[in-house]
């Protein structure tokens, strides 16, 4: 009994550990952040969308650390999942993060999806059930995904390895990270009008395979685009950043982050691959309140680059 005692005492620990761990970590980013992000973000949209930051953050932000999890105790019973089989979504041993823990999520061609969300190819969580996106809050959500080694890329279709799905209304999701069928990852922000559609390439998932890769969103929510911004980072390097265009559907508060693998057209359409496998580390989800903001620059112009996608249908 006293080595029991002593192997869950050092698993609370570790826990409690890794969480002071996360709120350091969160001080640390947020003081770079505030000396030269903003120049890089900046700089950054100025080549790319024509776009500068839409307001700066006043001082009485609060911040509340909405979730967290590195997979030790096993999988939030609020979250839901979206798959073909129980064995779809596992826990298994991850190497290089500090938990030793992370999800494993597969999906297989030939499976019966019908059972599943829109009856296309997915093995997904949604924090759908209990955490959304609203309106007038800025939401930083980090988390880790590992390639497999033997990972074959495919060439004829993309697919989605994260998402921020909007709330009640049908159509594309506000935000969606693929890895696209050009051997690069993809970014696509979008509202329910293809006026707002905004895409982009970047790195080459190849040279990604077998390594942990540390993915940071920040998303702040406006369909009007006035305050609306949305940043993505890998290994702490911006890759994608767009503020003053509408990055949510109208009056929504509703939206919600999916992680997970989906193929919306692996069953209609020709592809090189038959199993799909994606495994992710820890993740987390922050809330910054915005009670005050001061608009620093106007909103974007109509000059915002525009990448139209080739691909017909993205995801719901």
């Known amino acids: 009994m006293k080595t029991a005692l002593c192997i869950l005492r050092s698993s609370r620990i570790q826990s409690f550990s890794q969480r002071i ?65 129980a064995d779809a979504i596992q826990i298994v041993a991850l190497r290089d993060v500090p938990s030793g823990k992370g999800l494993r999520f597969s999906i297989q061609r030939s499976a019966d999806y019908t059972g599943v969300a829109n009856g296309t190819p997915r093995a997904e969580i949604s924090f759908g059930g209990f955490l959304h996106f ?86 702040v929510p406006d369909p009007s685009g006035r305050l609306a911004r949305t940043e993505l980072f890998k290994d702490g390097e911006m890759v994608f950043s767009l503020a003053g265009v509408p990055n949510a559907y109208a009056a929504d508060d509703s939206a919600y982050f999916k992680l997970g693998i989906y193929k919306a057209q692996w069953k209609r359409k020709p592809s090189d691959v038959a199993v799909r496998t994606m495994e992710y580390g820890s993740i987390s989800i922050l809330e910054r309140t915005i009670p005050n903001v001061s608009i620093t620059s106007t909103a974007a112009t109509a000059s915002h680059l525009v990448q139209i996608n080739k691909y017909q249908e993205v995801t719901k």
Not at 34 to 58: D, H, R
Not at 193 to 205: A, E, H, I, M, N
């Open 134 to 219: 609203a309106r007038g809050h800025e939401y930083i959500v980090e988390w880790q995904m590992r390639i497999p080694e033997d990972y074959q890329f495919d060439s004829q279709q993309e697919e989605v390895i994260g998402q921020i799905h909007q709330g009640p209304a049908a159509g594309y999701p506000a935000f969606a990270l693929f890895i696209s069928g050009d051997g690069q990852y993809e970014v696509h922000s979008r509202t329910e009008f293809k006026r707002d559609y905004v895409s982009q390439l970047f790195g080459t998932p190849l040279l990604d395979r077998g390594r942990l890769v540390k993915w940071k969103l920040v998303y």
């Open 21 to 85: 761990m996360f709120h350091l970590d969160r001080i640390v980013s947020r003081v770079a952040r505030a000396t030269c992000a903003g120049l890089v973000s900046m700089a950054y949209c100025a080549a790319s969308f024509s776009v500068m930051p839409a307001y700066a953050l006043s001082d009485s932000s609060t911040e509340k650390l909405l979730f967290f999890s590195d997979w030790t105790h096993g999988i939030d019973a609020r979250l839901q999942y979206q798959r073909a089989s």
